[in-house]
Nanobody, 122 residues
Framework: QLQASGGGLVQAGGSLRLSCAAS????????MGWFRQAPGKEREQVAAISWRGSSTYYANSMKGRFTISRDNRKNTLYLQMNSLAPEDTAVYYC?????????????????WGQGTQVTVSS
């Protein structure tokens, strides 16, 4: 089970940190990632991290602004988002899966959490 939290309303240029608590099968042995879906758009991958946390992947538009991390002792995944822009407004989902690569992230997650809304005002 995956439980995302930390979304909210923030002004452009601001920051938010999302968290995703994992339990059961989706704990430390799974690679994990963040996805987002804006209104009227397809879901897109934001970032992913290997199960040990030693490898990360970022979508191009997120590089330099977002940082993914995990704390396996707490079974928690994080996404630090800085320099937020209105186009970052979306529902953000955490996910877990076995298939991961530093060049492509988490293409086919096995488990999904519920989303958390992030709204960036201009």
């Amino acid at each position: 089970q995956l439980q995302a939290s930390g979304g909210g309303l923030v002004q452009a240029g601001g920051s938010l940190r999302l968290s995703c608590a994992a339990s059961g099968r989706t704990s430390s042995s799974y690679n994990m990632g963040w996805f987002r879906q804006a209104p009227g758009k397809e879901r897109e991958q934001v970032a992913a991290i290997s199960w040990r946390g030693s490898s990360t992947y970022y979508a191009n538009s997120m590089k330099g602004r977002f940082t993914i991390s995990r704390d396996n002792r707490k079974n928690t995944l994080y996404l630090q988002m800085n320099s937020l822009a209105p186009e970052d407004t979306a529902v953000y989902y955490c996910a877990a899966g076995l298939n991961y690569g530093s060049g492509y992230g988490l293409p086919h997650p096995d488990y999904w959490g519920q989303g958390t809304q992030v709204t960036v005002s201009s």
